[in-house]
Each structure stands twice: as C-alpha cells, then as structure tokens.
C-alpha cells in the first residue's frame, strides 16, 4: 500500500514531466504483467500495449496543453509560477483571483475569457519568446506572466514578485511598437517586493494595479488596430475605475493622464473620418460631427497641426468667418507650418480678395516638401467653394498660381486664368491681378508649353 501511495504522491507531482510519462508507463507496464501471463496471444499482447502506452502519451500531451479562449471572446491569460504550492494557492487568492474578479465585474465582462495558466504549464515560461508562444498556444489577446519567490532578507521572508506583459495588436510601424512597449513597461508591476505580513493587502492593491494597466494597455492595442469603439468604452472602464483608487499613487495620476490622453486621440481620428466623409458626400452632418469631436479633445492636442486646419475649416464653413479661420490658423507655431498650412492660408485670403497675399502663401507652399493629400483636398475643396459661391470668383486666379506654382499643372492653371480674366468684374475690381493675367501668367504658361513640343 505504502508503495502504491509513493508511486500515486510521485505521479501527482511529476506527471507533466518526460519522468511522470516514463513512470506512468511503467506502471502500466506492471498492471499489464497480470493480464499477459493469461494470454498467449502475443498479436493481442502487442495491440494493448500498443493502445495503452498511446492513451497514456495522449493524455499526457492533453495536460501540457494550456486552455484555448473561448471563441467571439477577448483572452486574459494569467501566467504566474510559484514553486512552493502553499505560496502558489496564497497568490492565485490574493492576486490572480482578485483580479479574474475584477475582469469580471468591469461593464465589459461578457467580452473577456479569462485564463489562469496552472503550475505546470506556468513554469516553463522563461523567456518573452516562451510567454508569446503560451499566448498563441491559448489564442489570447493579453497575458500578464511572472513568478514569485519567497526569500529570507534579514530575517523576515519576503515576497519578491516578477511580472511582465504581452498584447497582441494590428501590425504597426516599429517606432509605434517601441513607444507602445515603453508605455507598457513602465506602467505595469514589474518587480515588487513586501514583507509576509503585508502579503495580502501588498498582492491585492498589485491585482488591482495590474488590471487597471491591463485594461489601459488592451484599450491601446484596440486604438492601434481600428476598433475605436471599444478602445473608448476601455478606456472609459479605467477612467471610472480611477476615480475611485489612491489618486496621490504616482502610477495611477500618469494613468490618468494617459487615459484622458487616448479619449482625446480616438475623438480626433473620428473628427478626421467625419471631415473626410464631407469632402466626399458634402453633406453637412459630417461637419457637425467633426466639431463635436474636436471639441472633445484634450488641450495636449489642441496645438496639433490637424486640430487647427480642421478648426479653421469649421470657421469657414459653419460660421463664415473668414477672419476667424485665418485666426485659428496662426495658432500654429511656425515651425511647423508646412506645406497644408501655407495652402489653406492662401486660400483664406483669396476668399478675402487680398490676392497678392494669396500668391505670397503659394510661393511659400511651393517650397515646402509636397503634400499629395493635401494638395488633392485643397483644390477640390476650392473647386467646391466657386461653385457655391460664384462671387468668389477671385478663386479662379488662386487656382491658377496654384496649379502653375504647386502642382506644375501648365494648362489647368490657363484655364483658370482665363475663367479669371473673363469675369466681367475682374479687371475692376482687381487691376493688378487682371494685368498680371494677361501680361505674366498666360504668356509664361504659353512659353513654357512651347518648350514642351
């Protein structure tokens, strides 16, 4: 009996080794002896063994195997290796079940499975590269993954805790990846140790700080591959549960301002999605759902250089103020006026009249390093904007030093001068330009084209 009870003891603790195989086997083997000194029948003898030694490998194979996530389901893997099994059964209490509890009860709950790795599969993780491997053996989105150790540091042991991350997310530029991990790394718990008096309370609040970073880094990898919905209603969940955590701890008031920082971020991609489908559908809707954005966002982004065109837009559009819009664009440092800026400029004071402004901006933008996108938006939307207003037709002069200075577009910009010089107001109203027309713009475009043949 004595000997049956080792051999079960050594099973239990080995059996996810190549040994607990070998002995189980083995043992096998042993029970078997019985069964073969009845029977003669060596193809029998064979054909059980056989099935027996592959029944006992398969089940072996099965138990190595970490659970998949479930599927239309979001992956928290939890990976955590204590080799001393009364330390284990104290962290899966005090930090992994809290924090299973706290996946749990966030408004988000039904979207996540989480996964507890056990002993023998969470010890072998090592390196990053065995964690990522784990992570795609279990089809998980986010894993966090450690160890703990209990040492004797003058006189009193010591909980000493290592835990690292792993998120999946959409390919991105590798300087984005770098930032990303940065991020990641300095806010999560990456290596904490307390007396084990204060286990409990010291696994508990690093449960608590683990899921808040988990959650904010989940959220960030959703932002990266497109899924801005729920990135925000994330972001939303650390942000409520913020409020209610130790606002004077030094992680969580950078998490804050991370949390605040992303918000802001996914309402300027809307607010340029939104600008985008009104160039395409002029539909006015779209305008208002770019200003409800952009009114959304943080102040860090309110000097970002698309905030402000966006900006001036709206001032034009909605409000028709001109001025207001010329305003909004010199809130841009001069250092980062490129090439969009000096064309939008340009086209503000064309709006005005102030033409020779107009010209000086495109001389500027013509220098500035090209900006296809730009260029592209700037002139359909100048297009759009003689066609809904007529007496604007000074337009036609700032597209053809447009498209002769910007775009080398030799025989759009002669069709544009001409539409200029042709309005019976023109040479009225706007002498010099009119005269520049006739005596500099088309004799110079016609020079030009008859080098080309």
Known sequence: MTDLNQITNFLESKWATKQGLLAAEITAISGLITLFASNRNWLIKAIILILTFLTIY?????YQQPR??????????????????????RIQEDFVLPLQKSIGNGRLSKLYDFINAPEHIASKIITVDDAQALRIKARAHFMIYGVLKVRNISGKDTYIIHLDGIVTHQPIPEITSKSFAQ?????????????????????????????????????????ISGDLDYSEELLNDVKDLLLKKNTSFPVYITLKDLVAIRISEIHLVRANWAYENWTCLDDDRYLMITKENLDKLDDTHKLNPNYINLRAILYFQLNADIDGAI???????????????HLNLAFLNGCLGKLSNS?????????????????????QFIDKTIKKKPNLYQLHYCLG??????????????????????????????????????????????????YHF
Do not use: H
């Open 359 to 379: 010209v000086r901006c495109y001389r500027l933008a013509s220098k500035q390093i090209a900006d296809q996108n730009a260029i592209g938006q700037i002139e």
């Open 327 to 341: 305003k909004e664009l010199n809130k841009l440092p001069k250092v980062e006026r490129l090439q969009a800026w």
């Open 58 to 62: 398969i089940i072996w194979w099965w």
């Open 401 to 450: 030093v447009f498209n002769f200075l910007v775009k080398g577009d030799l025989e759009g910009a002669k069709l544009d001068f001409n539409k200029f010089a042709q309005n019976p107001d023109a040479e009225l109203s706007y002498p010099v330009e009119y005269k520049m027309t006739l005596d500099k713009w088309i004799p110079e475009i016609e020079k030009q084209n008859s």
């Open 183 to 223: 991020e990641f790394g300095q806010l999560l718990p990456r290596r904490l140790s307390f007396a084990e008096d204060v286990s409990f309370q010291s696994l508990e609040f690093t449960s608590e700080w683990a899921e808040l970073t988990s959650k904010y880094v989940i959220a960030v990898a959703a932002f």
């Open 68 to 89: 998949k996530t479930k599927k239309n389901k979001i992956g928290f893997l939890v990976s955590i290796s204590c080799s001393d099994p009364e330390e284990r059964k």
